[in-house]
């Protein structure tokens, strides 16, 4: 069996938010729409104070509570693990939405621009059927399956991966197959203290966040 997730290293990220930047141009977001975002934490109390920068978004959990209240089988979890949106049967209803603890889904009711009028490359990237509909990351599925359609390994072959990644410039973003002992992402856990975000949930994400303090 094969199940994808991302690994990212809190250790590294330095918010730089490049790989929120390449998720928007790949994935043609329209404004205010961040399949890929980066929390900026602070904790601790004057002078003692500490940063941590976060990279979230949907976390293509293993029981993934959005698809359970979707009532038009929209949304899909494919047996590789990626949690997937049928734009074409979904009818808008956005209960995923509110089922989704990690806020990772998005609607757009109307076509929005970054100045105004499209620009020629707005319009050409421009999907109507993203409109009226539940939209999130998708771990670059259409570049995975391509790349596998060609020879390629996800999480090893740029191609094949999701830009996210691709585009980090601290190496803080890691993909691949965590059921592959051999993977970069099972020798990234092994190897390190990690966490998955609201584990007490019980949705078993496929996000997990490396640490240097124990877990909870």
């Known amino acids: 069996m094969t199940r994808y997730a991302m690994v990212a290293d809190l250790r590294r990220c330095v918010g730089c938010q490049t790989?929120?930047?390449?998720?928007?141009?790949?994935n043609a977001t329209p404004p205010g729409v961040q399949w890929r975002k980066v929390l900026d934490i602070e904790t601790g109390e004057f002078p003692n104070v500490e940063r941590t920068f976060m990279p979230v978004g949907c976390q293509h959990c293993s029981d993934p509570p959005c698809l359970d209240v979707c009532p038009s089988t929209a949304t899909r979890k494919r047996d590789d693990g990626i949690v997937t949106i049928d734009y074409d049967i979904c009818i808008g209803c956005a209960y995923c939405a509110v089922a989704c603890p990690y806020q990772a889904r998005y609607k757009v009711e109307k076509p929005s621009f970054a100045y105004g009028p499209a620009t020629a490359t707005e319009a050409q990237r421009f999907d109507e059927a993203r409109l009226g509909v539940a939209q999130k990351c998708t771990f670059c599925v259409d570049r995975i399956d391509a790349g596998k359609a060609r020879g390629l390994t996800p999480g090893v072959d740029p191609d094949a991966s999701p830009a996210c990644a691709n585009a980090c410039i601290a190496d803080a973003l890691a993909f691949g197959d965590i059921e592959d002992p051999d993977s970069n992402v099972s020798k990234l856990l092994s190897e390190n203290t990690w966490f998955q975000m609201h584990e007490e949930l019980g949705t078993d994400p496929g996000?997990?966040?490396?640490?240097?303090?124990?877990k909870a």
């Open 207 to 214: 996000f997990y966040y490396l640490w240097d303090k124990e």
């Open 19 to 26: 790989c929120t930047a390449a998720c928007k141009l790949t």
